[in-house]
């Protein structure tokens, strides 16, 4: 699935902190798929500041190809729903929410 640098981001704040041991695998297998190379983050300029913000050239965002397995899925939509049962969604969640959720609704 290709993902821009903002949906990335987004994902890799949602995922959950705990969980049994074989989730805890499937999740730090994505966080490393999710996560940013040095070449890519020099190519997009991505920076974070003292907050924990960060910026980057959305001109040079090409996306990034994930290979998402079905239990990762499972484990970012579980995610998504229940911030979505805990009326926690945000606009940040909706592009992720869609490509994600809604995609086995349709």
Do not use: C
């Not at 959305?58 to 899925?73: L, T």
């Not at 940040?92 to 869609?98: D, G, K, T, V």
């Amino acid at each position: 699935m290709n993902l821009n640098v903002f949906e990335r981001l987004i994902l890799l704040s949602i995922l959950p902190k705990e969980g049994n041991f074989v989730t805890l695998k499937i999740i730090r297998k994505l966080r490393e798929d999710l996560s940013f190379s040095e070449e890519e983050i020099a190519e997009i300029d991505l920076k974070l500041d003292d907050k924990g913000n960060a910026t980057w050239n959305s001109a040079k965002d090409k996306g990034k190809e994930v290979e998402i397995g079905g239990q990762a899925n499972k484990v970012i939509v579980e995610a998504l729903e229940k911030l979505n049962k805990d009326n926690k969604l945000t606009e940040n969640h909706l592009s992720i929410y869609e490509k994600f959720v809604e995609k086995g609704a349709i």
